[in-house]
């Protein structure tokens, strides 16, 4: 898939050299989509995981994809499989799962987009590894143990790579990013849900542009 300004992304290793944080988003209005979006390419961020938790998501989506080519547009939280499929045809570059079933691995699969794959266990990695599948997001980061168990797993799993997500903040994203296995992590913080209420994309911008200095 072929998306910000050209920008190839083809594999789950491609996403995970996108940016050290990708902005996780729900929209609640459509309409936010586009100035959120180019409010974090501003701040110098290519790429924007916007989940599929509200109805507004799927034109959310289409509209980014649209209106603001310089960003790579994903689905985030896609938990069955009509929702790869719907996310594919609204214009999404990416999926990102935050758990496996093989009903929704194969979903994403045939769509022919890269994905991350959710796992929180070793069991899950390592099933997910026997797919060929090595870039994963690591779901939910904080409650599963953190930094101090993608530290662990490394040493059996060095192949694996990961994009944690989940209660990682501005200051405890640098320790992530000191790993090995991690590519990038997932933050919620670049777009609070009053900034995007009151149309704060300075805020936005801001907060996008101290996030790449995290990496």
């Known amino acids: 898939m072929t998306n910000g300004d050209n920008l190839r992304v083809t594999t789950g290793a491609d996403l995970l050299a996108l940016s050290p944080v990708i902005p996780v988003v729900v929209v609640d209005d459509a309409d936010h989509a586009v100035p959120l979006a180019q409010a974090l390419l501003r701040g110098g961020v290519r790429v924007i995981e916007l989940t599929l938790r509200t109805p507004a998501a799927l034109a959310a989506i289409e509209n980014v994809a649209r209106e603001v080519p310089g960003i790579v547009i994903g689905a985030g939280t896609v938990t069955a499989p009509e929702h790869a499929e719907q996310a ?11 758990g496996t079933t093989d009903r929704v691995l194969d979903a994403a699969d045939a769509t022919g987009l890269p994905y991350l794959p959710g796992a929180a266990t070793v069991s899950e990695v390592l099933r997910l590894a026997e797919r060929g599948l090595t870039a994963l997001k690591f779901f939910p980061a904080e409650a599963a143990g953190g930094v101090d ?8 799993v060095p192949h694996v790579r990961f994009c944690p997500t989940g209660g990682i903040t501005p200051q405890s994203a640098p320790n992530y990013l000191a790993l090995a296995n991690v590519g990038c992590v997932g933050g919620s913080w670049l777009a609070p849900k009053d900034a995007l209420a009151q149309g704060d994309w300075e805020r936005v911008e801001t907060l996008a542009r101290e996030s790449v200095q995290l990496g």
């Open 88 to 98: 594919a045809k609204a214009g999404a570059a990416f999926l990102v799962t935050p």
């Open 149 to 156: 168990y993608l530290k662990s797993i490394g040493g059996p």
